[in-house]
Nanobody, 125 residues
Framework: QVQLVESGGGLVQAGGSLRLSCAAS????????MGWFRQAPGKEREFVAA????????SYADSVKGRFTISRDNARNTVDLQMNSLKPEDTADYYC??????????????????WGQGTQVTVSS
């Protein structure tokens, strides 16, 4: 079992920055690919970013590429999402997710096995 707890959400003006953090407990964090997803009111959950278990490979949704950066610290069992140049359309609940051990990171939410409770991000115009 893996437990994930997100933090760092809040209210920020357009153009500002936030750093989300996800703390993981449980087994084998360093062998799990991790992802960040988001869900805006009335919309489906969508992929934001993912990182391989080593941290050597990352992927991003086109809508956040160049503005968001995903990183992980396997010694501390954390995965972060640095969000810069935020836009009102980035407003959503953001979720951290973990895959099963030793499989690659993907962009598909259904392929992630563990989820956090989410943290809310609101970007005002």
């Amino acid at each position: 079992q893996v437990q994930l707890v997100e933090s760092g959400g809040g209210l920020v003006q357009a153009g500002g920055s936030l750093r989300l953090s996800c703390a993981a407990s449980g087994r084998a964090f360093s062998s799990r690919a991790m992802g960040w997803f988001r869900q805006a009111p009335g919309k489906e959950r969508e992929f934001v970013a993912a990182i391989s278990w080593s941290g050597g490979s990352t992927s991003y949704a086109d809508s956040v590429k160049g503005r968001f950066t995903i990183s992980r610290d396997n010694a501390r069992n954390t995965v972060d999402l640095q969000m810069n140049s935020l836009k009102p359309e980035d407003t959503a609940d953001y979720y951290c997710a973990a895959r099963s051990r030793l499989v690659v990171a993907t962009t598909r939410a259904r392929e992630y096995d563990y989820w956090g409770q989410g943290t809310q991000v609101t970007v005002s115009s």
